[in-house]
C-alpha cells in the first residue's frame, strides 16, 4: 500500500518538473451525460501524458542514489517521459522499443535525447532486454506501473482533484497496468472515502475486471484496441492489491465508443484527446456509471495521438 504521505513526498518531488493541469467543464457533455462533467487535463501536461508524474518521482529518486543510466520498454508515453525527465536531469537513457513503432514516437523520444534500440514486436521480447540493458551498463531499469515510486507519482494527481474541485462525487479513471488508478486510490480513499472512483477498460482488454471478479491476478491475450495506453495483458503486483482494496467498480466500452466520444470532445470542446483517455468519457456518455446529477471528473490521461492515426479513425 502507498500512503499519503508517500503522495504528498512525490509531489514535492516533482514540482519543478510536472504541470498542475487545468480541469475544465462542458456543458454539452454534462447535459448530454445527464451529470455534471469535468475533465482533468492531463492531455495538456508536459510530453502530453500523465506519465510524467510517475517517471520524474522514480528517475529522480535513482538518479540521487547515484544511477547514471536507466532504461525502459516503451515507445509510448512511458518512454517519451523517461527519456525527458532523464535528459532534465542529466543521465542517459536507453528506451526499448519495438521494431514496427511509428516514426513519430521515435523521434518524440530522440528530441528528448534519449538514445533507442529495437527489439522483437511484443512486449514480452521488450521487457528483458531492457532490464538486461541496465543490468549489463549499472544502471536501473524504470517500470511503466508497477513501482511504489511510480504509483505515488501518478498519485499526485489525486491531490490536485481533491483541491481543484471540492464538490467531486465521482472520479472515472482508465486502467493499463493500474499505476494510475492505484496512485489516485492511494492519494483520496483514505482522506475522503466517499468519494466513488471507477475503473474503464477496452472491452478487449479488461484484464483487470477479470482479475477482480477472480480474486487474483488474471492475464489476457495482447489485444489490439485503439486505446493503446491500455493495452497491458495483466495488472501489477503492487497495483492490484491497490485497486483490490478500493475500487468501487470496473466497467468497459467498445472501440466504436471509445471513437465516438474522442470525436465528439474534439468538435465539443476542441481537445485532442488519445484513445485512451477518451474511454473515461465514453463510459459516461454511455452511461455505463448508472448516476445522474453527479459531479463526475473525467481523467483526460493523455494527448499523444498523430494526425495520421486520427484520419484513419475518421475514415473507418
Ligand atoms: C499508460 C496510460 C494509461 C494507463 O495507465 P496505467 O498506469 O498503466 O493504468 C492511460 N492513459 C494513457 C494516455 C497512458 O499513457
Request: aromatic share 6%; net charge neutral; glycine share 8%.
Amino acid at each position: 500500500m502507498i500512503t499519503v504521505q508517500k503522495i504528498f513526498e512525490a509531489r514535492d518531488q516533482i514540482k519543478d518538473i510536472v504541470k498542475e493541469t487545468p480541469i475544465f467543464q462542458s456543458t454539452l457533455l454534462s447535459d448530454l451525460a445527464g451529470n455534471k462533467l469535468f475533465f482533468k487535463a492531463e492531455h495538456l501536461q508536459r510530453t502530453g501524458s500523465f506519465k510524467i508524474r510517475g517517471a520524474t518521482n522514480k528517475v529522480m529518486h535513482v538518479a540521487k542514489n547515484g544511477a547514471t543510466f536507466v532504461t525502459a520498454a516503451s515507445s509510448g508515453n512511458h518512454g517519451q517521459a523517461v527519456a525527458y525527465i532523464s535528459n532534465k536531469v542529466g543521465i542517459k537513457a536507453t528506451i526499448v522499443v519495438p521494431e514496427d513503432a511509428i516514426s513519430s514516437k521515435i523521434k518524440a523520444i530522440q528530441a528528448y535525447h534519449g538514445s533507442i534500440e529495437t527489439c522483437g514486436t511484443t512486449s514480452a521480447e521488450r521487457l528483458p532486454r531492457a532490464k538486461q540493458l541496465a543490468n549489463e551498463n549499472e544502471g536501473v531499469f524504470i517500470p511503466p506501473y508497477d513501482d511504489p515510486y511510480i504509483i505515488a507519482g501518478q498519485g499526485t494527481i489525486g491531490l490536485e482533484i481533491l483541491e481543484q474541485l471540492d464538490s467531486v462525487d465521482v472520479i472515472v479513471v482508465p486502467i493499463g497496468g493500474g499505476g494510475l488508478i492505484s496512485g489516485i486510490l492511494s492519494a483520496i480513499k483514505e482522506v475522503k472515502p466517499s468519494i466513488q472512483i471507477i475503473g474503464v477498460e477496452p472491452e478487449t482488454a479488461n484484464d483487470t475486471l477479470l482479475s477482480l471478479k477472480k480474486g487474483e491476478i488474471v492475464a489476457i491475450q495482447q489485444t489490439k484496441t485503439i486505446a493503446d495506453g491500455l493495452r497491458t495483458s495483466q495488472p501489477g503486483s503492487f497495483t492490484f492489491p491497490i485497486v483490490q482494496k478500493y475500487i468501487d467498480d470496473i466497467v468497459t466500452v467498445s472501440e466504436q465508443e471509445i471513437q465516438d466520444a474522442l470525436f465528439l470532445m474534439l468538435e465539443r470542446t476542441k481537445q485532442i484527446i488519445e484513445p485512451s483517455s477518451a474511454t473515461t468519457v465514453a463510459a459516461v456518455l454511455n452511461d455505463k456509471l448508472n448516476v445522474r446529477d453527479k459531479n463526475i471528473v473525467c481523467v483526460l490521461s493523455g494527448g499523444n495521438v498523430d494526425v495520421r492515426t486520427l484520419s484513419s479513425f475518421f475514415n473507418r
